[in-house]
């Protein structure tokens, strides 16, 4: 097969990869609202090397460092299958001085997690002896929470959806010792949408809203990795916040229009800040057939304090304080930490497999119905194969245990709502990685 046939296999499996991820929807399942899965040659590993691995063109995607020591021009397309469940059981809920008069649900409540596809395309061209051109197309922030229109919280959220779509390019420069410096932009799409139920505040009665946002905003991304000696690779990387300036609006449904008081739709603006991370891991060859990796990566969720969504008039006429909303978060830094291990069979057969634990940034205090996140930890393996000199194909498989979350609310007006949410995750992931 020529080269020219062979880029527009890539060139058309990684646009129909582009498309897939502009359409689809995010789910989280690492902590906060991040969407980890950007390789499925990492997610065999649970994402050990993922600041150290040159595998394939979808390993450079954390790190761009990796992408001045790839030796040839390579291209990668997959896409990961996650199915979350998350049930919340021991379900209290009462009405407020506002929701006295509702009826609300208890005890139990099925699943409100989404499942989601996450597609993800990465390229690598080699330039010169010296430089290396990279890109990267993932996913990395991501949420949809969905509940029924009765649950017992409807007052504190109801569904909740985050989409993103990040675009890295990396100019990456290698030296003659084995170190190898990345730099690069991020260019971030994001779109969000919140809804909950909204109280009549002149009699019984409710409604709902909706309100939602997008905006395309920028950051930047640098890494190192380096062979220090033969077989044992350093490798050290940051990821940039990116502030969003949302622009949309607040929409209310026919229900809320027609309450005593009514709601009035508005424009709607919103500063969102997806955060800052570092990454930094070792690698080494233990001899021609294992290698071991390890990863931690620290991300500071600090960003994810407040979360106001400003109005352009007032929502209720009478209602002075009805130009704006918020939801407290008060989200802290969290930790991530994997170890893995690579086992090349043959010729044409490798295995991975490793572990990892997840730390939630989010607080008792402030967990939410939007997202009840807790504690994870990460069991995965994964399989290569080499179909071709020219291409290979890797699957990786991940389950998720969480820790039980806890949620307990409390308003005087939306009244008090308290559930213990029990969740885990599957997660199959895909590869097809092709080199020239």
């Not at 989601?116 to 430089?131: D, G, I, S």
């Not at 044409?348 to 008792?364: H, I, Q, R, S, Y």
């Amino acid at each position: 097969m020529s080269k020219f046939t062979k880029g527009c296999l890539w060139g058309a499996a990684s646009g129909t990869a582009l498309l897939c991820a502009l359409a689809s929807v995010g789910t989280a399942h690492a902590s906060g609202f991040q969407v980890r899965e950007t390789s499925g040659t990492l997610q065999g590993s649970s994402y050990a090397g993922m600041s150290t691995l040159t595998t394939d063109a979808s390993t450079m995607g954390n790190n761009p460092g990796s992408v001045g020591l790839y030796e040839e021009t390579t291209y990668s397309v997959g896409g990961s299958i996650i199915r979350p469940v998350a049930k919340a059981r021991n379900i209290s809920a009462k009405g407020g001085a506002r929701t006295n008069t509702q009826t609300f649900n208890q005890g139990s409540y099925k699943d409100m997690a989404q499942d989601a596809f996450v597609p993800n395309t990465h390229a690598v061209w080699k330039l010169n002896e010296k430089f290396n051109l990279g890109i990267s197309i993932t996913s990395p922030w991501g949420l949809v929470t969905d509940y029924e229109p009765d649950f017992g919280g409807r007052f504190y959220g109801t569904t909740s959806s985050i989409k993103t779509i990040n675009i890295k390019p990396v100019l990456a420069y290698r030296f003659d010792n084995g170190l190898s410096v990345g730099l690069g932009p991020q260019i971030q799409q994001m779109d969000a949408a919140l809804s909950k139920s909204v109280t009549n505040l002149a009699g019984s009665g409710e409604g709902n809203s909706e309100v939602s946002g997008d905006s395309v905003d920028f950051g930047w991304t640098t890494g190192i990795n380096w062979e220090v000696i033969e077989g044992t690779r350093v490798g050290v990387a940051y990821n940039s916040e990116v502030k969003h300036d949302l622009k949309g609006k607040i929409d209310f449904d026919s229900a809320a229009e027609s309450l005593t008081l009514a709601y009035i739709d508005r424009n709607a603006t919103a500063e969102v800040i997806t955060p800052e991370s570092f990454t930094f891991g070792v690698s080494h060859d233990l001899s021609d057939k294992w290698t071991v990796m390890a990863d931690a990566q620290w991300t500071n969720w600090n960003s994810i304090d407040t979360l106001t969504f400003n109005f352009d008039g007032r929502t209720l006429a009478s209602v002075a304080s009805s130009t704006s909303s918020s939801d407290e978060f008060k989200w802290g830094s969290a930790w991530f930490g994997a170890l893995g291990t690579q086992y090349q069979y043959d010729e044409n057969w490798a295995f991975t497999g490793g572990l990892a634990f997840d730390e939630t940034p989010v607080k008792d205090k402030y967990r939410s119905v939007r997202l009840p996140d807790s504690n994870r930890y990460w069991v995965s393996v994964g399989a290569q194969y080499k179909v071709a000199d020219w291409v290979d194909v890797n699957l990786g498989y991940t389950h998720i245990f969480a820790h039980t979350a806890e949620v307990n609310l409390s308003d005087e007006n939306l009244g008090n709502y308290s559930a213990a949410y029990d969740a885990h995750v599957d997660i199959i992931a895909l590869q097809a990685n092709f080199k020239f």
